[in-house]
Every structure is written in structure tokens, then in C-alpha cells.
């Protein structure tokens, strides 16, 4: 016989006891985290070699991410990544995060806990700590924020405004999948909805749907510019789209840059998925967003250390006319960036 | 003639703008801030000495604050005292926040500005520097989410689990105030509701309603325990009332405590509103929350630095039974002190 399966409502356990049950399979491994969760605050202690970086996002149901086809260990998982994303952006550790919450009382404890499986594993993952954090209800929906801090030394801490003329630009990863993978759910979320009886069909698409569900952010790059002895003169992390992030360097480098179609790293499944519904990927590539790869400019230089790294591709070059920030298309058209970057409070 | 206010659509700016706009007025303290906000993360830098204390809270709107009788810069105000005051409860002091907002489309720019202004005039009196955060949109309502990041010498460090028995139980301030304050506002706020033309009349009622709408955190408690040389045994800060907050203590600490009533601090103000809405004024300062007071344990030597001080009140005394946790009340009878701490996800 079938066993009916148990909900707990989170009345039943009040906020104290939610926390605990929650966190007692949090696990510790930084010698850096002195207290986690547990009192007023969480205690941290880095080398004294080693400056602070803090960086906070918040994520919120049906802006950032939807239920109907995320799996809540997802979010958990993305909500860390995307903070953890930014630390790498600043050529630095993650050591800790906190994680917060506020969920109406209509979610039960056993969706809670799968929320947090994603937290948890994104924490094993980049061997990071959860020390903080706050717990409490919304009148509906769920919300989510996260702030992450990590360590850097100081002579590597890499910002948005050293980009040098002439510097390399570089992208890791490959862009615009993460965005192909959205239009994909909310092309089948409309149909399902219509045809409830229907079922999506996935195959072939894995690659787009995880890089939108369950992004990675690029501490591979931060631990090879480690190893080759690489500070980058520039770095961001790509959440709002390419377009929008080099014209976040540029304007805080006070240069321009020209940056080539052609060079654009894209994945097949993402060209495909274009193709199919009618996309250019260049504009995927460009304006799409949520890639979290880096987006970093190098003196030509250093280009030997990185030319064999196949997860680093050369995709422009920084110029001294500020005023001058273009892509060059495939037939030589010279095209001006405009920043497309998400405008949260558009009406919808 | 009178000149029509102008307001800003949040649309018409974008986020980028919008940001720009809200920290251009933002003005850096402390030498500890090495970067605010402009990149991908903050970068901090406290002396090699000292460790690292960061907490984190989250205020929603119909949840925590009402935008029917609250101004926005008190909003603003008191989400970053909230978070101080944890902060000030490891006996440490604050010195960044990071200060995310989500709110929909409805709302201008101008309210912005107004909860902002509240913001910086928290960072001005606490000396504390705004370093990042986040912007972006809900579907409804507004969603605050605040980190704070002090400093505290190791040593100095207080912790939950460190209470003794034969210490002091001391208290800062006074209890209650804040949540009568709620209790008249909420009580005048449906009247008003019913009868729009009344006009509610505050006077006599300042100080609760201040504690409610605009409170302060403890700094002045923290810089006396530094000048004093003291080092409590146990903190925590008073934000679901004080029942709760000594139940914390005495489980983390493995110890009981004894709290006598005729020791309880409680304004006049606090009193008289109790008074008029036939509740017990004990049962406020007890379970009524918000206070943001420390409440703090001393070992009985200690004493001799602390009893000129009208801001710190001795109500009781920890005892090494853990099972013991009372209220001794005005007629000699002990009461089990329970946690009547704010069960978020209760049915409302």
C-alpha cells in the first residue's frame, strides 16, 4: 500500500525550531569561520594578509526565478552561486555566506529543507560556509537573499576600472544559454498550461536548461589566474549580459572597446534553440544575461598564460577612444553596444 | 500658484541610473572601507587584531512595518538599526552595511530618496559606512534585506553560551515601549479605517511611538563596556522580547535564571498605554519585542562599575538548575518563564 506522504506546516514548528532543523546539517569547513549560525552575529577571522569582500543579491518568486518549473534545490543552489559569482568577480575567495529567507505559511518545513539541500550542496561545492542568516514570512511568494564574503589578497583584488588600451578582452565559458534556456521553459510553462496533458520533451536541451536552472559561477578561472600568476587589469561577472558589462568597464576604465562577433563564444544547444525560435544568438550572446562567467581584460602579454585554455576565449580588445565601445559583426559592420541590461521595473 | 509635485517612475530610470541616483549622496567613514559601492563586491580591511562579526536581517512590508502610518525614512531608518543592534550584541561595532530593496513598479523614485534618507542618517549617527546591496523589483510590496559588518577584538567577544551561575542579569534601557507603540497604532489605525475625518492624537505618546517607529541601538552601551573594561559574560539583543531572549541564553549558557518583576524597567508611557488597553504591562516588557535593548550577564564582582548607570538594570540573576527559568512576580509567586518569542508563520 501506498504511504501517504507527511507535510509539515511551518505553524507547527514556530521560527526557532525551523532554524535548527534546518541548519543541523550545516557543516563548518573554514578554518576562517570562528562562529556560524547560532548568535547574534557570525564570527569570521582572515589571514592578516587578506582584505574583506562582501557582495548581496537578492532573488524573488516569479521576478528571478519561477516554481512552476524549479525545482526548489535549484534555487537554493543558484541563489548561493549567483553571490559567489560576484566574489570570484573581484579575483577573490568565498569563505561564507549568509542565507535568508521569507516564505508564506502556505510552504511546508519538507520544501524548506529542499531549498536548502541546493544551499548545502552549493556550499560543498565551492567549500564555503554558511555562518548567518534570517527566517521569517511573507504575506505571498518566496524571497531570497544571500550575502557572500570572501578573501583576497590585496595586490590581486581585481576591479571594474583598470581596463588598459590595448588590454585583451576575455570571456570564459561560452554566452547566451542561459537566457535560450529561459525563452525554452516559458515557450513549453505556456504550452503546459494550454495542454496540461502535454509533456515537455527535453532531450538534446540539457545543456541550456542547467546553465538557466542550475548555473555554475567560475572558480576554475580564479584558481588558473592563482596557478599563472594572472591578475587581470579588469573583471566582472556576466549577469546582466555582456553588452551591459563591458560598458560597465568601460565607463569605470574611462576607454572604449571593439569587440568581435565572430570571437563571441556559443554554445550549439543555444545556436539551436535561436535558430528553432527565431533568435539571433548574438543577441542571446550579448543581452541575454545570468551566463556568471567572467568578462576580464589582460595586457597582450599575458595572452601566452591563457591561449591553451580552451574555457578562455579572446573575444575583443580595449581601445583609448572612450567613446568608441562597438562590435564588429561577421560582415565588418561596426555596430555601437548599448546597454540592454535588465531594467527590473518595466512594466510587465 | 502651486506647483505640482513631480514624481520619477522607477521605469524611467532603469536600475543603473536608479542606483547612480540613491548612493550619490553616500559618504564613507570609516578607514576600514577600502571599496563601497561600484563593483562587483565591497572591500574591507579591519585591523590585524581584530575579527570579523556580520549579521543579516530581512523587514517586509505588512510583515514587519505598515507604509499606512510608517514614513519611509523611519523605514529605512530602523531596518539598519535592527541589524546594528545584533552587531552591538557581540559586544562589537559595526562599521559597513549593505542595504538591498525590492519594490514594485508603483513605487517613485522620490519614495526611494525618502527611505534612503533614512539610511544615511542611521550610517551618520552610528558612524557606519554603506558599502553595496542590491535593486530590484517585486510583484507587490517592498522587501528590505540588510547585512551588517563590524569589528571586535577577540577577546572581547561575547557570545550567547557564556552565562554563569551567580551572574548578574542586566538590562539596558527599558522594556515594552516599543510594542504598546504598535499596539496604539494599530488601535488607531482602524479607527481611522472606520472614520477618516478623525485625526489620531499622538501627544503623551511620543516616546512609544519613537521606539516603535524610529529606535536606536545600543552604541553608547557598547563604548561604556570599553571604557569600563568590561567583558559580559553572555549578550544578546532584545528583538523578540525579553522572555525569549534569556530562554537563548540559559539554553546556549546550560544554566537557569531568576527575574524578578519589581525589576523590570518599564516607561511611564509604556505603562499608561498598558493601562488603557487592559494589558498587563509586564507581559509587554516580557514578551513584547522590538526593544532592541541588550540584555546582558556580569559576574556579581562586576557590579561596582555598572550601578551608577540609570541605562542598566539588574532584574535578576542566573542559577546553575537549567531547568529552572522563572519570574519571580511582585506577590512572591514563581511563574516558568516560556517563550512567547513571534511565531512568524502562525495563521494570521
Redesign the interface.
Known amino acids: 500500500m501506498e504511504q501517504k506522504k507527511k507535510f509539515t506546516?511551518?505553524?507547527e514548528?514556530?521560527?526557532?525550531l525551523?532554524i535548527d532543523k534546518l541548519t543541523a546539517k550545516n557543516k563548518i569547513r573554514n578554518k576562517s569561520t570562528?562562529?556560524a549560525v547560532?548568535?547574534?552575529?557570525?564570527?569570521?577571522?582572515?589571514p592578516?594578509d587578506k582584505?574583506?569582500?562582501?557582495?548581496?543579491?537578492?532573488l524573488?518568486?516569479?521576478?528571478?526565478f519561477s516554481l512552476v518549473y524549479t525545482p526548489l534545490k535549484y534555487v537554493g543552489y543558484k541563489a548561493v552561486i549567483v553571490n559567489l559569482s560576484?566574489?570570484y568577480?573581484?579575483n577573490?575567495l568565498p569563505q561564507?555566506i549568509?542565507f535568508?529567507?521569507?516564505v508564506s505559511?502556505r510552504f511546508t518545513y519538507e520544501a524548506l529543507e529542499e531549498l536548502y539541500q541546493g544551499v548545502y550542496q552549493a556550499c560543498e561545492n565551492y567549500h564555503v560556509d554558511l555562518?548567518?542568516?534570517?527566517?521569517?514570512?511573507?504575506?505571498?511568494?518566496m524571497?531570497l537573499?544571500v550575502?557572500?564574503?570572501?578573501q583576497?589578497h590585496?595586490d590581486r583584488?581585481t576591479?571594474?576600472?583598470g581596463a588598459k588600451p590595448g588590454d585583451l578582452i576575455c570571456v570564459s565559458g561560452d554566452l547566451g544559454a542561459a537566457y535560450m534556456g529561459l525563452q525554452l521553459l516559458e515557450r513549453e510553462r505556456k504550452i503546459v498550461e494550454k495542454n496540461p496533458e502535454i509533456k515537455p520533451d527535453w532531450s538534446g536541451r540539457d545543456y541550456i536548461l542547467r546553465r538557466q536552472l542550475r548555473p555554475e559561477a567560475r572558480k576554475d578561472i580564479i584558481e588558473l589566474f592563482e596557478k599563472k600568476a594572472i591578475v587581470p587589469n579588469a573583471?566582472?561577472?556576466i549577469s546582466d549580459g555582456l553588452s551591459s558589462e563591458i560598458l560597465h568597464i568601460c565607463t569605470?576604465s574611462g576607454v572604449g572597446a571593439k569587440i568581435y562577433e565572430d570571437r563571441l563564444p556559443i554554445d550549439e544547444q543555444t545556436r539551436q534553440m535561436a535558430e528553432e525560435m527565431h533568435l539571433d544568438p548574438t543577441i542571446a550572446a550579448m543581452n541575454g544575461g545570468e551566463d556568471y562567467e567572467l568578462l576580464f581584460t589582460l595586457p597582450m602579454e599575458e595572452y601566452v598564460k591563457i591561449k591553451d585554455y580552451p574555457q578562455i576565449t579572446v573575444i575583443g580588445n580595449i581601445v583609448e577612444d572612450k567613446s568608441y565601445v562597438n562590435l564588429i559583426t561577421r560582415d565588418g559592420t561596426e555596430v555601437p553596444i548599448t546597454?540592454q541590461?535588465?531594467?527590473?521595473?518595466?512594466?510587465r
Do not use: C, P
Open positions: 506546516l511551518l505553524s514548528l514556530g521560527e526557532f525551523l570562528i562562529k547560532g548568535d547574534d552575529a557570525a564570527v569570521i577571522k582572515y592578516d582584505v574583506t569582500v562582501v557582495s548581496t543579491d537578492l524573488i518568486e516569479n521576478i528571478h560576484d566574489i568577480a573581484m577573490a561564507q549568509t535568508s529567507f521569507a505559511n555562518v548567518g542568516g534570517d527566517t521569517t514570512s511573507s504575506v505571498k511568494g524571497f537573499a550575502t557572500a564574503i570572501g583576497a590585496k583584488l576591479y571594474r576600472n573583471m566582472i561577472d569605470q546597454a541590461g535588465w531594467n527590473a521595473y518595466q512594466e
